[in-house]
C-alpha cells in the first residue's frame, strides 16, 4: 500500500511510460496522455509476475471515477463476475482498454479485451503491419504500434527500454482515450469506444493476407478533429440467427439455409445510405456460403438500436469450430467506415436451455456443459443468476460389471471420453432429444447401448433445477446382466473448486415415494449450493450416488473402466470428506437380466438453489415428478417389431393408436417422416427412396413416452 512499484516486475513501469511519462520535463520520453494525470495501481504482489487483482482494480478505478483503465493483461477464461464488474464501470463512466492478447487467434477472445464494450487493442509495427503474435478478429476492436515502443524502465529515474505486445499497443490507445474525454468530457465510454473505431485507419494494403480480420489502426488526429456527432458508431455487436420467418433459431446443421441479424447500438451520428457488407473472415472448413451478403440502410438513424439484416447464408460442409463473419459499413459520402465482427458456429454440436435463472448447455453426445472439455469454449457449462463457470466438466457414463466394460462421454484427465456415436442430435423435429449408440467404443469396452435423452427442462421458470429423463435400449443383440447407466458432474463453486465440500444428500430424499432415488450436493461457505438427484422409474434398480476428490480424473489412467466400474456399483457407500476440488456421480444399477432391444430409464435432476435447504426443496419436487412419468414399454411381448426391405417398412406394432416413423442418417439428419393412426398388428408403410448407408429407425406413440429403435441398412 502507498508504493505502486514492483522493483522485481517492470511490466507496469513500462505500460505507465507509454501512457503518461512526464511531458517538458527535459528527461527521457513524452507519454501520449500529454498532461492528463495518471494514478497507478498495484496488480500483484511483490515478486509475483502474475496478474492477482485486476479486476479489483477496474472496481476501483469505477468508484474512483477514472475516465479510463488501461488493463495490459488478460487470460482466456469468460467470468460471469469479472464481465458484471467491467460493466458496472462502463456504467459509472470508466472506459475499459484491454490488450487483445499474445496469440495470432480470431474466433476467440482474451478477456477482458472480450467483454462487451470493452476497447480491445491488436499490436502492429510502425509501418502498420500487424505483429504476427497479435490476437485479430473477436475482441479486438483497434490496433495501435505498440512493437518497439521506446518507454521508462524499471530501474530508476533514468531508465529507459523498448516494450511490444498487446500490452505496449493497449496504452497508446488509453492514452487517446484519456485526451479524447478531457476534450469531449460530454461522452460516454461506449461513445467513446465507438469514436475511436469509427476514426481508425485502414490497414489491409500493409497486411493484404490478413486483411479481413483486422479492425483499423488508431489514428490519434482523427480521433481529435472529427466531430463525434458527424457519423454514426456502431457498438456491442451481438448475431441472431433466424428462420426466413424471423423466428430465432436454437440449432441448425449442415443443408440449413440461415437468416442472419446483427443487433448493435448506434451511440453517435445519423448515417444516410449505410451500405453494410458481410464476408467470412475465418473459414478454413469453407463451412459456410454466402447467399445474400450486403444490406443497405438508408438511414441509420442517431442514438438508436439497430437491426442489420437480413443476410442469408446456407451451411455447405459440417464444422464445429467458429466462423468469423466481418461486417463492413460505409455510407454513401466517404465520412463513416467501420468493422464489426461475430462468431458463428456452422454446424453446433451443443444445445443450451435456459429459464430466467439458470442456463447450461448439453453436448450431442452426451456431455454436459461443453462438448470441447478441457478447453470449454463450445457451450456455456452450468450458470446460475450471477455465477458461471460452475460446471467444469459432465457427463454421461455407463458400466458393465460383469464384462468388465465401460463407456462415457466424461472428463478424462485433459481429455474427454468420447465413446458414443451420435444418431440423432438435439435439433429439429424434436430439439430437446437426442439419440446416442456407444458404437465409436473399442470392441473390448462397448457394450452394446443406446441411449435417448430427453430435456424436459427445469422445474420452474424461477427454479436452477434441470431435468433430463433418460432411456437405454440393450441393442447389443444378447442378453445383458448388472449393466449401470449415470452422469458425472465436476463443479466448481469455490476457485478452480477450491474449497468445495460434497456429500451424500439425505434432507433430499422421500422414501415414502416408492421409487429407488439418490442425491448429491456440493457445497462451500457464502455460495449457492450445487448437485445431482437420480429417480430409478423401475422399483428393481439400485441407486448409485458418490462423492470425492477430483485427484481419480489426474492420476495417470484419468477416469479408467475400474473406476466407472466402482462409481456406479458401490451403491452410496463412496463418499470422500476432503474439502477441495471434488466431483459427484449419479446413477442407477440394473441387476437383473436386460432382454434385447428392452427399454430401461430414469429422471436425473440437477443444477443450483441459494442454499442447500432450498436445492433438497427442487429435488424433492424432482422426486415427485418422476412418480408421474410413464414407463416405456418393456415386456418383449409389447415390443415393435419393425423390418426394412426394398422402399417398405413393415412390422408389428402392439397396439392402435397415433404412430410416428422417422428415418435419420448418422448425421443426425432427418431423411424422412410420416405419421399414421395404424390398428395393433401387422403393418406397412411405403417409404420415398433413401441414401445408400445406415439409417436409423425410430418408432414412437404420439404423447407417450413408448418407443423403440433399431438400425437397419438401405443397400
Known amino acids: 500500500p502507498g508504493d505502486p512499484r514492483n522493483a522485481g516486475e517492470g511490466h507496469g513501469t513500462g505500460v505507465a511510460g507509454i501512457a503518461a511519462a512526464t511531458v517538458h520535463n527535459a528527461k ?35 468508484l474512483m471515477g477514472f475516465a479510463v483503465v488501461n488493463c495490459s493483461w488478460g487470460h482466456q ?81 533514468d531508465s529507459y527500454t523498448t516494450f511490444g505486445g498487446t500490452s505496449g499497443a493497449a496504452p497508446i490507445v488509453s492514452a487517446a482515450v484519456a485526451l479524447l474525454r478531457a476534450l469531449h468530457p460530454e461522452l460516454s465510454p461506449l461513445q467513446a469506444v465507438a469514436l475511436v473505431a469509427r476514426t481508425a485507419d485502414p490497414v ?10 483486422l479492425p483499423g489502426r488508431l489514428n490519434l488526429w482523427n480521433l481529435l478533429a472529427s466531430p463525434p456527432g458527424d457519423a454514426p458508431g456502431i457498438v456491442l455487436p451481438k448475431l441472431s440467427v433466424r428462420t426466413a420467418y424471423g423466428s430465432e433459431r436454437r440449432r441448425w446443421q449442415l443443408g440449413d439455409t440461415l437468416w442472419l441479424w446483427f443487433l448493435a447500438d448506434n451511440v453517435l451520428g445519423t448515417g444516410i445510405a449505410v451500405r453494410c457488407s458481410l464476408s467470412t473472415a475465418v473459414d478454413t472448413a469453407g463451412a459456410l456460403q454466402l447467399v445474400d451478403s450486403i444490406v443497405t440502410l438508408p438511414v441509420l438513424p442517431a442514438q438508436s438500436s439497430l437491426e442489420i439484416g437480413p443476410f442469408r447464408v446456407l451451411v455447405r460442409r459440417p464444422a464445429t469450430d467458429p466462423v468469423l463473419l466481418r461486417l463492413e459499413c460505409r455510407d454513401s459520402g466517404g465520412v463513416y467506415r467501420q468493422v464489426l465482427f461475430a462468431p458463428l458456429t456452422p454446424t453446433p454440436d451443443v444445445t443450451t436451455f435456459a429459464n430466467v435463472v439458470a442456463a447450461f448447455s448439453i453436448a450431442d453426445d452426451g456431455a ?27 457427463g454421461l457414463f455407463a458400466a458393465d460389471s460383469l464384462r468388465g466394460r465401460a463407456v462415457g462421454a466424461t472428463p478424462s484427465g485433459f481429455v474427454r471420453d468420447r465413446d458414443f456415436a451420435v444418431l440423432k442430435p438435439f435439433t429439429e423435429p424434436e430439439e430437446q432429444s437426442n439419440l446416442l449408440s456407444d458404437a465409436l467404443a473399442s470392441s473390448e469396452r462397448r457394450i452394446g447401448l443406446l441411449v435417448r435423452q430427453d430435456v424436459l427442462g427445469f422445474e420452474a421458470d424461477s427454479s436452477g433445477v434441470a431435468r433430463v429423463l433418460v432411456t437405454a435400449w440393450n441393442a447389443s443383440g444378447t ?39 439418490g442425491a448429491e450436493v456440493v457445497e462451500h461457505p457464502g455460495l449457492p449450493s450445487v448437485g445431482a438427484c437420480v429417480v430409478a422409474l423401475t422399483p428393481t434398480a439400485e441407486i448409485q450416488c458418490a462423492g470425492l476428490s477430483t485427484r481419480f480424473l489426474y492420476d495417470g489412467d484419468g477416469f479408467s473402466v475400474a473406476e466407472k466400474i466402482r462409481f456406479l456399483t458401490s451403491g452410496t457407500s463412496l463418499q470422500e470428506p476432503d474439502t477441495g476440488d471434488v466431483a459427484l456421480a449419479v446413477g442407477v444399477r440394473f441387476r437383473g437380466a436386460w432382454l434385447p432391444e428392452q427399454a430401461r430409464q430414469f429422471l436425473v435432476c440437477f443444477g443450483a438453489a441459494d442454499s442447500s435447504a432450498a436445492l433438497a426443496e427442487s429435488f424433492q419436487e424432482c422426486i415427485r415428478y418422476a412418480k408421474t412419468l410413464r414407463l416405456t414399454a418393456e415386456a418383449p411381448g409389447e415390443r415393435v417389431r419393425i423390418a426394412y426391405h426394398d422402399g417398405i417398412l413393415s412390422g408389428e406394432l402392439p397396439c392402435e393408436g397415433h404412430w410416428r416413423f422417422e428415418f435419420w442418417d448418422l448425421l443426425g439428419r432427418l431423411l424422412w417422416q410420416a405419421e399414421r393412426w395404424l390398428s395393433a398388428g401387422s403393418f406397412q408403410l411405403a417409404v420415398p427412396p433413401l441414401p445408400t448407408g445406415v439409417v436409423c429407425v425410430r418408432v414412437r406413440m404420439d404423447h407417450s413416452l413408448w418407443q423403440h429403435v433399431t438400425v437397419v441398412n438401405t443397400y
Open 28 to 62: 527521457g520520453l513524452a507519454g501520449i496522455g500529454f498532461r492528463c494525470r495518471f494514478f497507478p495501481l498495484k496488480a500483484a504482489p511483490e515478486g509475483v509476475p502474475a496478474i492477482y487483482y485486476g479486476y479489483q482494480g477496474i472496481l476501483y478505478c469505477a
Open 77 to 157: 477464461t469468460f467470468s460471469c463476475l469479472n464481465q458484471s464488474i467491467v460493466a458496472y464501470a462502463l456504467a459509472r463512466g470508466t472506459v475499459v482498454v484491454a490488450a487483445a492478447g499474445n496469440s495470432p487467434v480470431s474466433t476467440t477472445s482474451w478477456y477482458p479485451a472480450g467483454y462487451p464494450g470493452v476497447l480491445g487493442v491488436g499490436n502492429t509495427y510502425p509501418n502498420d503491419e500487424l505483429h504476427p503474435l497479435s490476437a485479430r478478429g473477436l475482441g479486438t476492436l483497434v490496433l495501435a504500434p505498440g512493437e518497439g515502443a521506446w518507454t521508462t524502465g524499471n530501474d530508476g529515474d
Open 204 to 213: 489491409e494494403e500493409a497486411n493484404p493476407a490478413l486483411a479481413p480480420t
Open 368 to 394: 454436459l456443459g461443453f462438448s470441447d472439455y478441457p478447453l470449454n469454449t463450445h457451450g456455456i457449462g452450468f450458470r446460475y443468476r450471477e455465477l458461471c463457470g460452475l460446471l467444469y466438466g459432465a
Open 479 to 517: 442378453v445383458l446382466h448388472d449393466v449401470s447407466i449415470g452422469y458425472l458432474f465436476d463443479w466448481d463453486l469455490g476457485r478452480a473448486g477450491r474449497g468445495d465440500r460434497v456429500r451424500w444428500f439425505p434432507e433430499a430424499l422421500l422414501p415414502a415415494i416408492g421409487l429407488p432415488h
